[in-house]
């Protein structure tokens, strides 16, 4: 960590020795030019060279002594990450909490900074977190509803109307059984859906609209735990162009409501499709 | 979520607890003190903007911390605090037994500011300047208490056998 950072306490080229040039000797944190400088007055002052030698020896000990505490393990109570206990899934306010503030690395992530991302006063450090992991299944998430939700005439294959073939063929073909949450509570109508090729097999995709013929899309995909290597994820947010997208995995799916509402909105249905989809025996 | 100040906060983690163990030869003591470090790091942590390096910073944090101890010990006169014989973190060979339980001692004998100083210039590594900042002292006040650490350490251990493989240390 020591640099060739001047002392401050210590004079310029040419000017006299101080005891603090001494130190910084020992200590490297001389400039080169410094450092010679020292080198050649040490070397006409044996006692001044012997009190430098004894301090290097110093620290030469004091890292021998304590060196060996760098290789034990970490005792078990050590807080290794941020959060010591996990919060409670179910919690879904702490889970919303966790969303927002995982925006600014979804965001950053993307390279998109914008001015909320700036104003909530996340840095660029999560550019380096491993971001690619959800990307995928909620990246293609918000390219379908880029697709389709503008399409006038055929938004989707199977309309609301047939609701229950719908979710029966979706079921089907998804090899396990899917649901459309009822979203009218909220203020959204379910228009019907569709399959969708995902990265390796069929994913699912329901289309509500609100009053104002708004839409948002709802992506159900069973690739994505798989993907994330987790059963469990928080809330996350991104954003795609004009589309933001709230995903997360739970069990067996993966999750992406996308729209070009809010982020607030977007909470506000994610907090109810999360509570309509959330399997009732989730421990806690 | 920044993730990678995360992960430089865990990779503080080894050198915190060595210098935990300078200040504090104890060892659960040491890693309370470390422990106590990390809850108050993990918990100032989405406060905390690139002040500096995420070292010298933890390092303030965890000199707080000690700071408070010290003052809570030094109400209870009971604790015998730096006078016991530390236990040494290691011992490798039986003949180096003798030196490393003197330089330990020596180290604690030290005022706990002076060993703050001398532990975080020599085997921290830190630079005057981030010692400065973690201690929220002027750097004249690092270099006086290390130069008066680096004296006293010098006359305790003066006319002991030092290890031999430390002899020719350049």
Redesign the interface.
Known sequence: MSTMEPVKTSSGPGSPITEADLHAFVDQQLTPVRHAEVEQYLAARPDEAQRVQDWRQQNELLRGLLAPVLDEPLPLRLPLRRHATPLPWRALAAGLVIAALSAGTAWFARGAIDGSAARSGLAPGGAGAPSGELTGFAHRAAIAHGVYTPDGRRPVEVGADQEQQLVTWLSRRLGTPVKAPSLGGIGYALIGGRLLPGESGPVAQFMYQDGAAQRLTLYVTREAPKAAGQVQTAFRFGQEGPVNVFYWVDRNFGYAISSSAERQELMRVAQEVYRQLAPPETPR | ??????AEI?AC???L???A??LTPDRERA?DL??DT??RA?GK??MW??RG?V??WMFGIMHNLFIDRLRAQRSTPEDPAGDDLPE???RPTQSDRL??AD??RA?QRLPAEQREV??L??????????VASALGVP??TV?SR??RA?ER??SE?EGRA??AR?QR??
């Open positions: 979520m920044r993730a990678q100040q995360e865990v983690i080894p050198s607890r060595r210098y163990r300078g890693d470390v422990q990390l809850e993990w942590f989405s903007q690139k390096a070292r010298a040494a973190p290691q030196e490393i330089l330990d180290l001398l532990l210039v020599a085997v921290e590594e830190l630079t005057y300047r981030e750097i004249g270099m290390l130069s680096r350490l010098r251990l030092l290890p430390m240390v350049k």
